[in-house]
T-cell receptor, first 112, second 113 residues
Framework: QQQVKQSPQSLIVQKGGISIINCAYENTAFDYFPWYQQFPGKGPALLIA?????SEKKEGRFTISFNKSAKQFSLHIMDSQPGDSATYFC???????????FGAGTRLTVKP | NAGVMQNPRHLVRRRGQEARLRCSPM?????VYWYRQLPEEGLKFMVY????????ESGMPKERFSAEFPKEGPSILRIQQVVRGDSAAYFC???????????FGPGTRLTVT
């Protein structure tokens, strides 16, 4: 049962461009939405997270936009750099319930 | 402050053998989670443990898989009689309490030949 759908599966962006990755969820009880960055051979690392009481959260070049009514959230990477090349996963969970549901991942390649 | 540690990093087993994967949480963390990642897929939740207790094992296959987190020592994910379909990367994560950020280990890549 896939509760978090992520797109696109892969993304190629030129250096300096904006990378946009989208996720949609089904369970309205979810109230914690993190994004993880994973480099080859490494474990996922938390990049940025949002709760549904705000519609946007920005940390440096990374921004999460959240649309509660549409049950969608997205990650925007501004001024994308080759070092951002990695696989990005969105996830969702209910507070206090750590059965976190992950999207299938987006492999981002930033070309120099 | 060391992060989450997992060992071995790579494990090769023949069909029918047992695989034991170990996870040491971050210092001060008493909650551990195990996830499985198949190639080109996201992480799938398997089990959530606190010291000496299994809190949620809803993602764990009913047969051949078991997990423990003893009072002393690392958490262990045990797979008995491995099959080729068990080949995957297994990640554990830990946090201080159930509301905190989960920190992931580097994973164990299991290959069943």
């Amino acid at each position: 049962q896939q509760q978090v759908k992520q797109s696109p599966q892969s993304l190629i962006v030129q250096k300096g461009g904006i990378s946009i990755i989208n996720c949609a969820y089904e369970n309205t009880a979810f109230d914690y939405f993190p994004w993880y960055q994973q480099f080859p051979g490494k474990g996922p690392a938390l990049l940025i997270a949002i709760r549904p009481d705000v519609s946007e959260k920005k940390e440096g070049r990374f921004t999460i936009s959240f649309n509660k009514s549409a049950k969608q959230f997205s990650l925007h990477i501004m001024d994308s750099q080759p070092g951002d090349s990695a696989t990005y996963f969105c996830a969702a969970s209910k507070s206090g319930n750590n059965d976190m549901r992950f999207g299938a991942g987006t492999r981002l390649t930033v070309k120099p | 402050n060391a992060g989450v540690m997992q060992n071995p990093r790579h494990l090769v087993r023949r069909r029918g053998q047992e695989a034991r994967l170990r996870c040491s949480p971050m210092k001060g963390h008493s909650h551990v989670y195990w996830y499985r990642q198949l190639p080109e897929e996201g992480l799938k939740f398997m089990v959530y443990l606190q010291k000496e207790n299994i809190i949620d094992e809803s993602g764990m296959p009913k047969e051949r898989f078991s997990a423990e987190f003893p009072k002393e020592g690392p958490s262990i994910l045990r797979i008995q009689q491995v099959v080729r379909g068990d080949s995957a990367a297994y990640f554990c994560a830990s946090n201080r309490d159930s509301l905190g950020e989960q920190y992931f280990g580097p994973g164990t890549r299991l290959t069943v030949t």
